[in-house]
């Protein structure tokens, strides 16, 4: 079984407990819009939660979000195909699988194309404070190309698309956080995911990214509910 859910920011108290109510296994995958909270700490932290989450009976597919590093930038990780795509795993840490932007997976027969990123709008705030932040949170022209040439072999049709954050016209407004200065808020990942959105041919697009639940179109918006891929 293929389940998906939004961003869990290091917190997995709600996944702990749905793998003990499904009785999942390790042949069940649950997929992570995005800021999964593994890559973030640093080394001891990170690997005492990477340590536990190996003990769940289920494999964690991660796309990336704007509050971790790339784990590609870590020493620790390789490359393997998986699914039909590439992803990024340490040895240590098999079930823990974090996907290579542009890259195709076979979900239940589903072409499935994965571009992760975003802005962090409280990019300063974490600065200030010494949390982490990471300059390359947004996809690179690399990886923007990558994906539009991924897109391009396949006539631009696709089954679903997995993404951090939404394209422009289906940002959730009603959610931005009062008091902040929207003008100055990086939205050059947002446009650029309109455009792909625009000449793209797809079923279904997941996202997270906004701490909400909303479906407008064939875009949904995922938090903290978990629920089988194309349900």
């Not at 990471?134 to 993404?163: A, T």
């Not at 940002?171 to 931005?176: A, L, Y």
């Not at 902040?180 to 990942?189: A, E, G, I, P, W």
Request: glycine residues 8%.
């Amino acid at each position: 079984m293929i389940y998906i859910t939004g961003d869990t920011h290091g917190k997995f108290e709600r996944i702990e407990q749905f793998c003990g109510k499904f009785k999942t296994s390790r042949e069940d995958v649950l997929i992570i819009l995005g800021d999964a909270g593994i890559n973030f700490f640093g080394w001891v932290k990170d690997h005492v939660k990477k340590e536990f989450l190996e003990t769940l009976p289920i494999t964690f597919f991660c796309i990336h979000g704007n509050h971790e590093q790339r784990p590609q930038t870590i020493g620790s990780y390789q490359e393997k195909l998986w699914r039909g795509g590439v992803v990024y795993y340490e040895k240590e840490y098999p079930d823990l699988l974090f996907a290579k932007d542009g890259e195709v997976f076979d979900f239940n027969g589903k072409q499935t194309i994965v571009t992760g990123g975003a802005y962090s709008v409280d990019r300063m705030y974490r600065l200030i404070h010494g949390y982490g932040w990471w300059p390359d949170e947004q996809p690179s022209e690399e990886i923007k190309q990558n994906v539009e040439r991924k897109l391009n072999e396949l006539s631009w049709n696709v089954d679903v698309v997995l993404s951090h954050t939404v394209p422009l016209k289906y940002e959730p407004t009603e959610v931005f956080l009062e008091g902040l200065d929207q003008s100055k808020v990086d939205r050059t990942t947002e446009e650029w995911l309109d455009k792909i959105e625009d000449r793209l041919n797809y079923q279904k697009w997941y996202c997270g990214h906004y701490h909400t639940e909303k479906k407008v179109d064939k875009i949904e918006i995922m938090f903290e509910n978990i629920k089988k891929f194309l349900e």
